[in-house]
């Protein structure tokens, strides 16, 4: 899909506003994200997810660490059907609310668990194609956090601003060690005018079974 096919998406599918009510009022009660504005959801959180959309092969089995109320993973489960969606979260109340929002939308290719990215690598290592992540931590630690979730040949989406070029020299060693190779980054802007990148990391060895580390590692010390 291209630029204006994402925006009439973001702007006019139907579940993605019913969506954008029920983050709304539920925001209300449980303090989910701090962006909303009509506008604002709509280009900073449906088309900005919607941007790893094409990256996605037919048919992928895509885990999403940190989804937060939804993002990336809602606006991806209902534009692309064929896939599947695993999202993780570590606080209860955005994965009820990942899943109350995907009851009432009837979305059912989209699931999210309560879990850490650690410990979701243990029983899905090695059995998704794609895992994307936006707003969660840098590079290198979400290279540890995502990398071990992939099938070898999958990839990675790492939804950036604007210091992802930095981000990815940083996370040069972090990358080899655990099996990652940047094929790209992907700049794009939001309908709203900010820029934004894409990072995307192909698989291309296992990753080795002491990744991802223990104890909050992979944030407090991350590979260098
Ligand atoms: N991805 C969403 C977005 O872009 O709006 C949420 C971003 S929010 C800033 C970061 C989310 O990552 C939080 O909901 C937090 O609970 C989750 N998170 C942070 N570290 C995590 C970990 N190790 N495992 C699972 N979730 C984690």
């Known amino acids: 899909m291209d630029r204006l096919q994402l925006i009439k998406f973001a702007s006019e599918n139907e579940k993605l506003q019913q969506f954008a009510r029920f983050l709304k009022r539920e925001n209300l009660k449980y303090n989910l994200t701090a962006i909303t504005g009509e506008e604002e959801i709509v280009s900073k959180h449906f088309y900005d997810s919607l941007a790893g959309a094409n990256f996605l092969p037919q048919g992928a089995n895509v885990c999403d660490i940190g989804s937060g109320a939804g993002f990336p993973v809602i606006p991806l489960a209902l534009l692309r059907e064929d896939c599947s969606f695993t999202g993780v979260d570590s606080t209860e109340k955005k994965v009820n609310f990942i899943n109350a929002a995907c009851a009432m939308l009837g979305i059912s290719n989209c699931y999210a668990v309560h879990a850490r990215a650690e410990d979701v690598c243990r029983s899905g290592r090695e059995s998704f194609d794609v895992v994307t992540s936006r707003a969660v931590a840098g590079l290198s ?33 972090a990358l080899q060690v655990l099996g990652g190779v940047s094929t790209g980054i992907y700049p794009y802007t939001l309908p709203t005018g900010e820029m934004r990148n894409l990072v995307i990391v192909e698989k291309r060895a296992s990753t080795p079974e002491k990744y991802p580390r223990g104890g909050n590692k992979p944030r407090l010390k991350p590979i260098k």
């Open 141 to 173: 630690t979400l290279a540890e956090y995502c990398l071990p979730l992939l099938k070898a040949g999958g990839v990675m989406i790492a939804y950036k601003g604007s210091q992802a070029e930095e981000e990815l020299e940083e996370a040069h060693t």
